[in-house]
């Protein structure tokens, strides 16, 4: 993206690192271990409308966590169901 500002030119190129952290507690008798973990994925080479889908798909095999559909600004609709009295349609 190009922007003008009064004489100069700015680019500005959007960012296409995910980060996605994760912190584990390991609680012995004596103290509390941690660890920390981090995972960055550049998606500069994925066609934008795959961005929520490889979102998804990491977010589900290190986070447990997916939101496929559910999100109402979710790009990726799942299928309509139709009703059994809409036959013709």
Avoid at 19 to 28: N, Y
Avoid at 42 to 62: A, G, M, Q
């Amino acid at each position: 993206m190009e922007t003008h500002i009064g004489n100069s030119y700015i680019n500005i190129q959007t960012s296409t690192i995910v980060r996605m952290s994760e912190s584990f507690t390991l609680q012995t008798t004596d103290k509390n271990l941690e660890l920390n973990v981090n995972i960055t994925a550049d998606f500069k080479d994925i066609p934008s409308e795959y961005h929520e889908v490889f979102l998804n798909i990491l977010s589900s095999k290190y986070l447990n966590k997916v939101s496929f559909g559910h999100n109402p600004f979710s790009q990726c609709k799942p299928p309509k169901l139709k009703k059994w009295w809409e036959i013709w349609k």
